[in-house]
């Protein structure tokens, strides 16, 4: 009760593949609640979208980070904003390997 939580999240992916299965683009939307104070949300919103294509190798990455409000604060926790979009980009992956085979 007296401690900021992570930041809560929503991500997007959007990605196109060859025949052959390779990743050829990717566009991510990933966007977080910063709360009412901006505190170290600069930090989680970079670090998210730094990591929000994974470990892949996508030829034209492309992502769009936004910070909402009007909450309470949200602090930083281990991964800074990482792991909201690990989650995200390996459930996606999925799908993508599931809609390729």
Do not use: C
Request: no cysteine.
């Amino acid at each position: 009760m007296a401690t900021t939580k992570r930041h809560p999240s929503v991500t997007r992916h959007r990605t196109a593949v060859s025949k052959e299965g390779k990743l050829l683009g990717m566009e991510i939307d990933f966007a977080i609640d910063g709360g009412a104070y901006n505190t170290l949300s600069p930090v989680v919103l970079s670090r998210g979208t730094i990591h929000a294509a994974g470990p892949y190798s996508v030829q034209r990455p492309s992502a769009q980070p936004r910070r909402t409000t009007n909450h309470p604060p949200h602090g930083a926790f281990r991964g800074f904003g990482a792991p909201q979009t690990f989650l995200r980009w390996e459930r996606h992956m999925n799908r993508v390997a599931a809609a390729w085979a």
